[in-house]
T-cell receptor
């Protein structure tokens, strides 16, 4: 069975600092991987996705994530945090060989300090 | 094109009443999900529809919850005899599943349910 683990329910960084949100997955075969963002009082939107092409994926708002098969990880990074990045971030995994259902992580809330 | 729509956007109901929440997925999307998100919490999977296959109901918290979907179109989530702990935002999402693989989900704006 597939699963997703997001390390840290809350992450706090200073404005301008590196953002690193961790996501590890469990899957018998490399899955498709996604990061979604939910800004305060808004719906979820796709930030970026990995679908077996380039392992380094660039998304919106300067975020990127790297798929590392050996570490079963898909960590989300941004070189310099902005106040507007404060949001809830969800990692998700979809199977590539049947099964269909997407599994979401528990989410990480990012706080950005001035 | 049109995104996923949900109605109503807000619903206030009295404890014990039944409610129906509606989701209109993006046209052509074969997969449809319902999630519950309590205040300050993550996504709680409720039910998943994929084409004409039997739905995955493994996330429904009790038999008061049920959902239907007509073909690959509209879905309705019904909560009977609502309880205060049912208060949450109910999110619907749809996605394409070409060749049996699920791509990204497109989320609706949600229905905020308040049970008084």
């Amino acid at each position: 069975a597939q699963s997703v683990t997001q390390l840290g329910s809350h992450v706090s960084v200073s404005e301008g600092a590196l953002v690193l949100l961790r996501c590890n997955y469990s899957s018998s075969v490399p899955p498709y991987l996604f990061w979604y963002v939910q800004y305060p009082n808004q719906g979820l939107q796709l930030l970026l996705k990995y679908t077996s092409a380039a392992t380094l994926v660039k998304g919106i708002n300067g975020f990127e994530a790297e798929f590392k098969k050996s570490e079963t990880s898909f960590h989300l990074t941004k070189p310099s945090a902005h106040m507007s990045d404060a949001a809830e971030y969800f990692c998700a995994v979809s199977p590539t060989l049947g099964g269909f259902k997407t599994i979401f992580g528990a989410g990480t809330r990012l706080f950005v300090k001035a | 094109g049109a995104g996923v729509s949900q109605s109503p956007s807000n619903k206030v109901t009295e404890k014990g009443k039944d409610v129906e929440l509606r989701c209109d997925p993006i046209s052509g999307h074969t997969a449809l999900y319902w999630y519950r998100q309590r205040l300050g919490q993550g996504l709680e999977f409720l039910i998943y529809f994929q084409g004409n296959s039997a739905p995955d109901k493994s996330g429904l918290p009790s038999d008061r919850f049920s959902a239907e979907r007509t073909g690959e179109s509209v879905s309705t989530l019904t909560i009977q005899r609502t309880q205060q702990e049912d208060s949450a935002v109910y999110l619907c999402a749809s996605s394409l599943t070409p060749h049996g693989v699920t791509y990204e989900q497109y989320f609706g704006p949600g229905t905020r349910l308040t049970v008084t």
